[in-house]
Nanobody, 131 residues
Framework: QVQLVESGGGLVQAGASLRLSCAAS????????MGWFRQTPGKEREFLAS??????????YYGESIEGRFAISRDDAKNMVHLQMNSLKPEDTAVYLC??????????????????????WGHGTQVTVSS
């Protein structure tokens, strides 16, 4: 069982940056792919970014809506994954959720662009971007 706790959300103005963090429990973190999604009321959960297990080539992948503004990274020594978000827009307002795969598969990051690839989810952190 993996527990995920997100942090770093808040209220910011358009154009600002935020860095979200996700702390993961468990001893196999470096072997697990991780992802970030976001959700707004009435919409499907949206894929933002994924990062494969450490050592995997092509280890990051991004959703088209990010337009190159976000970057995912992992710190295996601290069991954490981050999402650096720059040039935030009001339409980025959402609850941001961290996800972890269950049994490690060691696939490239593109495999993890779908909700069903992940077995564990955090409760999310709210990001609100004002215009």
């Amino acid at each position: 069982q993996v527990q995920l706790v997100e942090s770093g959300g808040g209220l910011v103005q358009a154009g600002a940056s935020l860095r979200l963090s996700c702390a993961a429990s468990g001893s196999t973190f470096s072997d697990q792919a991780m992802g970030w999604f976001r959700q707004t009321p009435g919409k499907e959960r949206e894929f933002l970014a994924s990062i494969a297990a450490s050592g995997i080539i092509s280890n990051t992948y991004y959703g088209e809506s990010i337009e190159g503004r976000f970057a995912i990274s992992r710190d295996d020594a601290k069991n954490m994954v981050h999402l650096q978000m720059n040039s935030l827009k009001p339409e980025d307002t959402a609850v941001y959720l961290c996800a972890a795969e269950g049994r490690p598969k060691y696939y490239s990051a593109t495999y993890y662009q779908y909700l069903t690839r992940f077995d564990f989810w955090g409760h999310g952190t709210q990001v609100t971007v004002s215009s």
